[in-house]
């Protein structure tokens, strides 16, 4: 196979264009679980000081009550990413009374299922089908899962990059045809590659007994690091292995990755497919609703894949339809978890590299993934999350097998070209200096996120759950000693009220009966008005 690709990173730089290199833009989606100070998952509804869950644009919920969503905007500077996503954190926790955040990405205070609330977006068409689709997710993979935290990066490369690459490439036809191309190339090398956001920021290698009480069947699987706490002594990443998002429930999708044409058809296909299992669920019982459908997604958000193409859409539009109409506008990598030594759960270091590891799938060449190259792909990432530490571990290469650290030390050397041409005109270098902190991580697997968790649980000879709560105390504390400006806390206090009013305002103009709405969502050819 030629390799093409880097060839035009070169022209790219050559020409003078590293600097549209750098106007990419960076947005961030962090999930935090609220807690009583016990740390018991709370069991209190979404605090109204932080507005509508529907309609804030910055502050929602995940699948559960109590499982915070926060929302920024993207920027191009990493910088004013991270600024907006710690005022936000600011202002919730100003406004959370006697409960605080768990700093980590697996819960411990929860008693089962039932102690998981499932959240509430009120009497919309549009909140009810939030809600009915999260019930959905609870009788089909039980409610624990659904509250686990992680942290979703977006990235877009610069709008006026394209063109250049463009004509770079000499590619000729519809710009955004080309995007989506170029896109869906970035993504599939980040499945062949991304095992290695597991080893370097995986954070999750210990977890609760409490966390089975649903699935006991599965503690045997694992090893006691005390009474209370399991674990894999190599770990990573246990949020992101099977017990997590990694749902076996999935395991037989064969999502294509080669085209947006493949994808939206393959993910189409998968929403509207009866599934046995789930028809024995029912949809609506006893006028009750289960589930949305009983098809093997009820919608595209229920497939849980490490990087995701997006689109922005439009009220009520489905995602696939946004994709088929608008082509790709930016992809989102969801297999970050919470960094427990940061307040915000994320630091500039960690997002300088994902950019630069991005870019650097950008101009990789990116054959067509098999459906034999996806099964390596979902055991590498399993087997990192598992027991990425683990010395001498082999993974997949292709048809080839090679150890994890040779190629860790392959994919980081590649990044090299990118970071330098990112650091351009900055003295500091942070790009360079990122990839040099996780070449360290690759030749010291002790300093990973995931070893650093359990070698300090091992010297304060704590259990996970008071481990996490003495971190997530720490947070609350920082948070505590700083207070955002009255002009800030006024906005934000504004964003919270409009939010209120513009749930009420879709709720009295909704006339559609909701069955009718979702047979109109599900087999819409265009957008809902909503």
């Not at 599965?218 to 292995?241: G, N, V």
């Not at 055991?379 to 001498?392: D, F, I, T, Y």
């Not at 005109?425 to 990122?434: A, D, F, R, V, W």
């Not at 010291?444 to 995931?450: G, N, Y």
Request: with cysteine.
């Amino acid at each position: 196979m030629s390799s093409r690709k880097p060839q035009y990173l070169a022209e790219l730089l050559d020409k003078g264009h590293h600097q549209l290199l750098t106007l990419g833009l960076k947005g961030i989606e962090k999930e935090s679980l609220r807690i009583n100070q016990k740390g018991f998952i709370a069991q209190t509804p979404h605090p109204q000081s932080l507005g509508a869950a529907l309609t804030h644009p910055h502050i929602t919920t995940d699948y559960s009550e109590a499982l915070l969503e926060l929302i920024t905007p993207p920027f191009a500077d990493i910088k004013d990413t991270l600024l907006f996503l710690h005022n936000i954190h600011q202002f919730v926790a100003d406004n959370l009374d006697d409960e605080l955040l768990l700093a980590a990405s697996m819960p411990c205070g929860i008693n089962g299922d039932t102690s998981i609330p499932i959240a509430k977006y009120g009497r919309s068409n549009i909140g009810q089908m939030k809600h009915i689709y999260r019930q959905g997710l609870a009788w089909r993979y039980g409610r624990t899962m659904q509250s686990i935290a992680g942290v979703h990066f977006n990235y877009s490369v610069s709008e006026a990059l394209w063109p250049v690459l463009m004509e770079i490439e000499n590619k000729s036809g519809n710009l955004q045809d080309y995007i989506s191309e170029s896109y869906f190339g970035l993504i599939r090398n980040f499945l062949h590659q991304g095992w290695l956001i597991l080893y370097l920021f995986g954070a999750s290698p210990a977890i609760c007994k409490s966390f089975f009480k649903s699935r006991p069947q599965l503690i045997e699987h694992f090893e006691e690091f005390d009474q209370y706490t399991l674990f894999h002594p190599y770990a990573t990443s246990l949020r992101m292995s099977d017990i997590g998002y990694k749902s076996t429930n999935q395991a037989s999708l064969d999502i294509d990755y080669n085209s947006l044409h493949g994808y939206v058809e393959s993910l189409g296909k998968a929403i509207t497919t009866p599934y046995p299992e789930y028809e024995k669920i029912g949809v609506e019982v006893d006028g009750e609703y289960r589930q949305l459908n009983s098809n093997i997604l009820q919608i595209e958000n229920e497939f849980y894949s490490i990087i995701r193409p997006k689109q922005i859409a439009k009220s009520c539009e489905k995602p696939t339809h946004a994709l088929r109409e608008r082509g790709v506008r930016y992809i989102e990598v969801r297999s970050l978890d919470l960094d427990l030594f940061n307040p915000i759960g994320i630091d500039e270091s960690r997002s300088h590299f994902l950019e630069a590891f991005l870019l650097t799938c950008l101009f990789q060449d990116s054959p067509p993934i098999q459906t034999e190259q996806q099964k390596y792909n979902d055991k590498n990432q399993l087997a990192v999350a598992n027991q990425g530490r683990k010395p001498n571990l082999v993974l997949h290469k292709g048809d080839q097998k090679i150890s994890l650290q040779d190629w860790a030390n392959e994919i980081l050397e590649a990044m090299q070209p990118i970071c330098t041409a990112l650091d351009q005109g900055n003295e500091l270098k942070p790009y360079s200096q990122s990839l040099v902190e996780q070449k360290k991580l690759v030749a010291t697997a002790d300093r990973t996120p995931s070893a650093r968790i359990l070698a300090s649980m091992e010297k304060q000879q704590q259990p996970f759950a008071p481990y996490a709560l003495d971190i997530s105390e720490q947070h609350r504390q920082f948070f505590k000693n700083q207070r955002l400006s009255p002009e800030l806390t006024e906005e934000l206090n504004k964003q919270a009220e409009q939010s209120f009013i513009t749930q009420k305002n879709i709720e009295a103009f909704d006339y559609n009966s909701f069955p009718n709405f979702l047979k109109s969502y599900f087999s819409q050819d265009q957008s809902l008005d909503c």
